[in-house]
């Protein structure tokens, strides 16, 4: 019997705006995301999903980013444009969050041992 499992390591990352007056952005947002085994390219911010304005004054904000290969995050950089009516930016705070993922056949996840499973998560 074999077995199909997989597994999908994502960064939630909440970004919180202060609630200074002008503290929001028109700017456009960057991140990066340097780990112990490599770095993300530079990522744009956005939500495609939504028409909501993002990094408005006392906001949070939250972006799913589907990384590979950094390993443990270590540091992170974010950084913005400096385009649009008043480009400055109060950020508070950035808050990422680890989030794994895993798909498989319920019935096939029953017999799957655990050690398969155990040493699939320790490759982050």
Known sequence: MSYIVVIFIDFSIEVYTGKQKMAGTDSTIYITLFGQHGSSKKIMLKDPSSDKRLFEKSSVDNFRLRLSGIGELKKIRIEHDGKGF????????VLPHFVITILANMLELLFLPLLLLLSALSIF
């Open 86 to 93: 008043a480009s400055g930016w109060f950020l508070d705070k």
